[in-house]
């Protein structure tokens, strides 16, 4: 990352801090990441390659700023984003028209449209839903810190999308995540002994927060694993964890600084945290096939440090500079991860009381529904064994993975949207656009780059009896596929919603799997053992299990 020592990148510096300076709530002067993940939120980084809705966002926060230093902060976002991402099929833009986007996505009449709930998944506990969308976080936090020094220090080089828990500890230190009180005193996410500070809040834990604009925002590094109360409670669950390992170990074990001990416990919480992806999670959405094959193909050479990658299509890049890895992400995993959003379900069992709805923009009062960015009710605490039962019963189940969304994604909150222009709250009209914008190809077309059978036209919509349907998904007189709602309709038919199938299999393994072991400073280490089990393998019941005994 270069140093900002030209005129340009003065004139930069100036306008995101007059982003950041906007954003204060009161006196309450947030990191500079927070600042950016809330611009985020509900929007994903895809929100910054958009000049409309970037300037509709930055512009009313830079009211006092100059137009070209709003069009400075817009462009280092967007080239931020777009040096984050990359193509695994470049040349093969699907430009999916208007009409298909409504076939699919209109509010109930779409495709995709499901009331009442249809097909639940047997095989993925609805916790892991949520689980999706924090590991989704992890790999996409580094690219908001890229876009910013912070503490008036260029920030290392090492942001890539990898699996380091940098959405709940921040790209470097405590200091980066360090936020200033109205007197002007720090306030840290850590406490003395390098513990995260948590609130109680009746039989579970919340966040210290703010007030702001009628809401009540966490103190958090990444704003948007405060989106939802359900996304809330697994960062906090992490938390614990870090917390815990602390409260085992005797005074000075970690070192005599707070620094120190965050540094050390937050190597064995992402150990941790990575043989929950590699061994609990993984295993549940892709094929066992496929997860084997892309595992072996993944070795470390003779010198012990560098990685082989067979015949792998995701891999870093080695900087001939730095003799690190590069590593970026795929704009069709960014794209086809967002298979988690046909399991939402409309309402969530979480502990003793009724079940609570996931969204509901028309609620009376905060206990109808699990939107975030406000104080957590105690009605809302989850009770990890009714929200994650060892014996589930359907509501503890996602829905299926399949071509079916749930109606609270097509009428999304909000809260997270820090001016009052209203956007698209329609989940998967939102997500075929980013694919538009950005031009992803094809499902058809990614499922031939990976050498693995395409779907059938009848596969994805009933042509015979709809025969407006071929005309809508042709291109250049081919039937395509929107990439996000083709990788849905695969797991569909080939699995029964169970599990991706093979294209979603192949293209969410290498990615997950090379999260975890590309990354020089988080990688993981298949000889590891967890002091949590005392063995290799750790699940999301074994992390639950730790924090409660």
Do not use: C
């Amino acid at each position: 990352m270069a140093i900002f020592d030209s005129d340009n990148e003065v004139r930069l510096q100036a306008g995101l801090r007059a982003v950041h300076a906007k954003m204060r709530p009161g006196n309450v002067r947030l990191p500079y990441g927070a600042t950016m993940t809330a611009l985020m939120k509900h929007g994903g980084l895809y929100t910054f390659l958009n000049p409309d809705i970037t300037s509709a966002r930055i512009g009313p926060i830079m009211s006092g700023g100059s137009g070209s230093e709003v069009q400075a902060v817009m462009q280092k976002l967007q080239n931020t984003v777009e040096n984050f991402f990359y193509k695994l099929v470049p040349g093969k833009s699907y430009t999916i028209n208007s009409d298909l986007m409504s076939y699919i996505a209109f509010p109930h009449d779409g495709i995709a449209y499901e009331n009442p709930p249809g097909a639940v998944n047997r095989t993925i506990p609805a916790a892991f839903t949520f689980v999706g969308q924090f590991i989704d976080h992890d790999l996409t936090m580094n690219a908001v810190n890229l876009t910013l020094d912070q503490n008036d220090a260029v920030i290392v080089d090492n942001a890539s999308p990898i699996i380091d828990l940098d959405s709940v500890y921040g790209p470097r230190s405590v200091l980066d995540n360090a936020l200033q009180r109205p007197d002007g005193k720090p306030y840290g996410i850590f406490d003395e002994q390098g513990k995260f500070k948590l609130v109680k809040r009746g039989k579970g834990f919340d966040l210290p927060r703010f007030k702001q604009d009628g809401l009540e925002p966490a103190f958090i590094v990444d704003g948007r694993n405060d989106e939802n109360q359900l996304l809330l409670q697994l960062h906090i669950l992490i938390q614990r964890v870090h917390n815990k390992i602390i409260d085992e170990k005797s005074a000075g074990h970690w070192g005599s600084k707070p620094q120190d001990v965050i540094d050390a416990v937050r190597k064995q919480v992402v150990l941790n945290w990575q043989s929950v992806v590699l061994h609990d999670y993984m295993p549940r959405i892709i094929r066992k096939d496929i997860l084997g094959d892309i595992l072996t193909q993944i070795k470390i050479k003779g010198d012990g440090k560098h990685l082989e990658y067979g015949n792998l299509k995701h891999k870093p890049y080695r900087d001939l500079v730095t003799g690190r890895n590069v590593v970026r992400l795929p704009h069709e995993f960014a794209i086809g991860f967002r298979f988690g959003h046909s399991q939402l379900r409309p309402e969530y069992k979480l502990n003793e009381g009724p079940p609570v709805l996931l969204f509901n923009n028309r609620r009376v009062n905060d206990a109808d529904d699990l939107r975030g960015s406000r104080k957590l009710s105690e009605s809302h605490v989850i009770d990890w064994d009714v929200f994650y039962p060892q014996q589930p019963q359907d509501i503890h189940d996602s829905l299926a993975i399949d071509g079916k969304v749930t109606p609270p994604a097509f009428d999304l909150p909000e809260t997270a949207i820090p001016d009052d222009i209203k956007f698209i709250g329609n989940l998967p009209q939102r997500n075929l656009i980013r694919s538009r914008m950005i031009g992803v190809a094809a499902g058809e077309d990614l499922a031939k780059f990976y050498g693995v059978a395409a779907l059938a036209e009848s596969d994805i919509v009933d042509s015979k009896n709809h025969p407006e349907a071929r005309a809508l998904f042709s291109q250049d007189g081919e039937f395509r596929t929107p990439l996000w709602y083709y990788v849905l309709k695969e797991a569909e038919v080939q699995a029964g919603g169970q599990m991706l199938g093979e294209l979603g299999s192949r293209l969410v393994g290498e990615v997950l799997a090379g999260a975890l072991y590309y990354g020089d400073d988080f990688r993981f280490d298949d000889h590891w053992k967890s002091g949590i089990t005392g063995k290799h393998e750790v699940t999301l019941r074994d992390l639950i299990e730790f924090v409660k005994a």
